[in-house]
């Protein structure tokens, strides 16, 4: 299957300079035996350039108010005719204004970590970086960090450097609110990964998938055998398992904290806010009957007994631009969000009950997404995408996921550590990764 996100690195096995990255307080030369903790010697905000960095003659620095519709509506432009594309030039991401505006606001938002570039002379949005603040534990240590995303430059100005200048100045402001470590993730490898994960695709709408090159007809099959060996059933089959509401946040929070709490990287979640924030503030509104503008689809499983909740999963939707084709011009994609099962927690268990705990968190997790695949192609998906992390190498042969071209390369920046296993190699051993982030 072909690859929704840009990857694969154009200088993979060369040997590169690295002009920019070189400069900067992240790991050289990736090794296994690194100590834990900053690279920076310490500093406070004082320390930190109090004015913004110089741009080239004819650029300035812009604030981009996602909570405006205008400046909503130039940054929607920018990222849907600039950001990232596959090698092939086939699909481009087009994130929704409610995406953005739910990935750009999360709680403890900083406004002024949302920087644009313009052009001076007609004010038009050419280039654009963000930061939220999250909370991240690595290994032992937390702390609030910045999390970098949706770096973009226009095709024209490609090549000039503006890249590194939209870094420093992201990373100034993130270090004026006395944060200073970053997480962020590409398709490209720089200095220098500690995970790297790969991309699965479950194929949902075999025809269209077919039709626009994402997938190839295996020789000797026809589209009709791919509808039905794809197929969902037509109703969920988790006893309990419903849409996610306001009343289950605490219970959602204390349970997917626990199971974070199994990786050797993840987000926090410390507050109910988080939770209310990444599950249901983008749940979309209703609408005569119907849902719209939904970018988050959270479901839990809520025991017919005991009424507790026991699991919890997630999606995304981001759509990719097809670009060229005569009959379709956008891919419906949802991406697996966060999702957690007390499968694994079974009360007292000793640490030989280890094996059978996995096993029933395997076959919970096959459910799970089951169920979820069974919405997300109901709800019209044509395909859902799943990286390595967490623990979906559990699922992802069995729930028909395929191998796709690209690689998602994991990022701190001014944070030294091991590396963590993003699962790519044991996929087929259904052996959870190491990574309990996942970024949007
Ligand atoms: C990513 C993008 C902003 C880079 O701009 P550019 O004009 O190609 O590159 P520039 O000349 O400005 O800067 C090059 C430097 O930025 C670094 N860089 C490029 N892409 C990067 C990325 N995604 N993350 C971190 N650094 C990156 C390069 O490694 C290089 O530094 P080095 O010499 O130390 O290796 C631009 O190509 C773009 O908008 N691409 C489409 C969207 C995209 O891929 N965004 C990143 C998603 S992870």
């Known amino acids: 299957m072909k690859l929704l996100e840009n ?8 040997v590169k300079e690295h002009k920019f990255w070189k400069t900067q307080p992240v790991i050289q030369d990736g090794s296994t035996e690194i100590k834990e903790g900053p690279i920076d010697p310490p500093k406070t905000p004082a320390d930190v350039r109090q004015e913004p960095y110089a741009l080239p003659a004819g650029f300035e620095w812009s604030t981009v108010d996602v909570k405006n519709e205008g400046q909503m509506n130039e940054l929607h432009t920018l990222l849907s005719e600039n950001y990232v594309e596959d090698d092939e030039a086939m699909f481009r991401f087009r994130y929704s204004k409610e995406f953005l505006l739910w990935a750009l606001t999360a709680p403890g938002y900083h406004a002024d970590w ?13 280039g654009f970086i963000s930061g939220i603040k999250v909370e991240l534990r690595a290994y032992s240590h937390t702390w609030d960090s910045g999390e970098v995303n949706y770096l973009c430059v226009h095709k024209k100005l490609r090549s000039k450097r503006l890249a590194p200048v939209l870094i420093k100045e992201v990373t100034r402001r993130i270090n004026l609110t006395n944060i200073w470590q970053a997480i962020y993730t590409a398709g490209i490898v720089i200095p220098t990964p500690f995970s790297t994960c790969r991309y ?13 090159g994402f997938s190839s007809l295996p020789r000797g099959s026809s589209i009709a055998r791919l509808v039905r060996n794809y197929a969902m059933p037509t109703t969920t089959s988790v006893p309990g398992f419903r849409e996610m509401r306001k009343e289950d946040v605490p219970q959602v929070g ?10 050797p990287i993840a987000q926090t979640f410390s507050t109910d806010e988080d939770i209310e924030h990444w599950f249901l503030s983008g749940q979309g ?7 719209v503008e ?33 009959k379709y011009d956008l891919l419906n994609v949802a991406y697996m969000f966060y999702y957690a099962s007390d499968a694994i927690f079974s009360a007292g268990a000793s640490s030989d009950d280890e ?11 096959n459910e799970l997404t089951r169920d979820m695949l069974t919405v997300a192609q109901a709800a019209g998906f044509d395909v859902m995408n799943a990286l390595t992390l967490l623990d979906n190498n559990m699922f992802i042969s069995e729930q028909k996921f395929g191998p796709g071209d690209g690689y998602l390369n994991y990022y701190l920046y001014n944070w030294a550590m ?7 190699d044991t996929t087929s051993s259904r052996e959870g990764s190491g990574v309990g982030v996942v970024m949007l």
């Open 7 to 14: 990857f694969g690195d154009p200088n993979a096995g060369q």
């Open 114 to 126: 949302h920087i644009g570039v313009r052009v001076q002379k007609t004010g038009k949005l050419v």
């Open 200 to 212: 699965y695709h479950r194929n949902l709408n075999p025809a269209k998938l077919v039709d626009i």
């Open 254 to 263: 204390n349970l997917l904290r626990r199971y974070l709490s199994r990786f």
């Open 285 to 291: 509104r209703d609408v005569d009957g119907k849902r």
């Open 294 to 326: 939904q970018v988050v689809w959270a479901y839990v499983v809520e025991d017919p007994t005991t009424k507790e909740i026991t699991d919890m999963v997630s999606f995304y939707s981001l759509p990719s631009t097809i670009m060229q084709h005569p």
């Open 355 to 365: 094996t059978k705990l996995k096993s029933k968190l395997e076959r919970r997790l």
């Open 418 to 424: 091991p590396p963590i296993d993003g699962g790519m």
